[in-house]
């Protein structure tokens, strides 16, 4: 059995069709993150960028908005054309998209100035490759920045964090620790610059909703919460309608 064919159509499959909730969703359209990012890519205005994994696009629209020309890169097809749609709608003709996996990236060595991805990572189905990818395809200095939800590294917290993770998305991989990341990074030849570390609050049922996780899914998740330690409650945040808190972390490196 091919397993990474096997994990993308899973992921297609799983995004496909909620492109357009994606695009309208509030915790991916809006952010500190993405303010960050601006101020970031402001710099390099003529930049070619590529944004891995991009969802619906929104760190493609802020990108398009500073630097010379983005590629809007992902699985989905059907993300994709939302992307464009939207693209289009906003007047950003310097968006184009592309079609493909995160470990096998068809674009040339040294070819982009920057690479970006924002809550794409913990879908990936090997990380460590597609960073090895990243580098390959930066420029020498380019900069890679990285935006995602992240472990807080103990295996009590860890371990809620992953099984919610799963029952509310069955293509989820696996959200990485801080110290995680650097050692993946580094070993792929990339150099951390930056780490910046945020809480984001996600509301439970449009949480749920965005993903159309299962009703059976949704109320195993509702279970565990009630019966996870106070350690786990205090630090997610949990609260009685099953909102909470997750760690989220923008990781800024560049090839030597």
């Known amino acids: 059995m091919n397993m990474k ?25 809006q952010g500190a993150d993405l303010k960050r990012l601006a ?19 929104h760190a493609s629209f802020v990108a398009a908005g500073v630097v010379k020309s983005v590629i809007a890169y992902d699985l989905s097809a059907q993300m994709l054309a939302v992307v464009a749609q939207a693209a289009k709608d906003k007047h950003l003709d310097n968006i184009r998209v592309q079609q493909g996996v995160a470990e096998s990236l068809p674009f040339a060595d ?36 990285m ?37 993946m990074s580094s070993e792929a030849g990339l150099i951390t610059r930056e780490v910046t570390t945020d809480r984001l609050s996600l509301e439970f ?6 993903m159309r996780t299962p009703e059976h899914f949704s109320v195993a998740i509702r279970e565990l919460q009630k019966v996870m330690s106070d350690d786990v409650v205090q630090h997610f945040e949990i609260q009685p309608d099953g909102s909470f808190t997750s760690d989220i972390m ?6 030597n």
């Open 250 to 255: 923008m990781l800024v490196a560049s090839k």
């Open 110 to 145: 040294n070819s982009a100035d920057v690479i970006i991805s924002r809550y794409s990572a913990h879908h990936w189905h090997d990380v460590g490759q597609a960073l090895r990818e990243v580098a390959r395809v930066l420029k020498p200095g380019g900069k890679f920045i």
């Open 147 to 183: 935006m995602d939800v992240v472990s807080p590294g103990h295996p009590l917290l860890d371990i809620y964090l992953q099984t919610i993770e799963v029952l509310r998305d069955t293509s989820h991989v696996r959200n990485y620790s801080p110290g995680e990341w650097l050692n």
């Open 205 to 210: 049922t449009s949480w749920i909703a965005r």
């Open 5 to 29: 064919n096997t994990h993308s159509q899973a992921v297609d499959k799983q995004f496909g069709s909620q492109a357009q909730d994606y695009l309208t969703s509030a915790v991916h359209s």
């Open 39 to 57: 101020t970031l890519l402001a710099p390099h205005k003529e930049a070619q960028v590529i944004d891995l994994g991009c969802g619906a696009g």
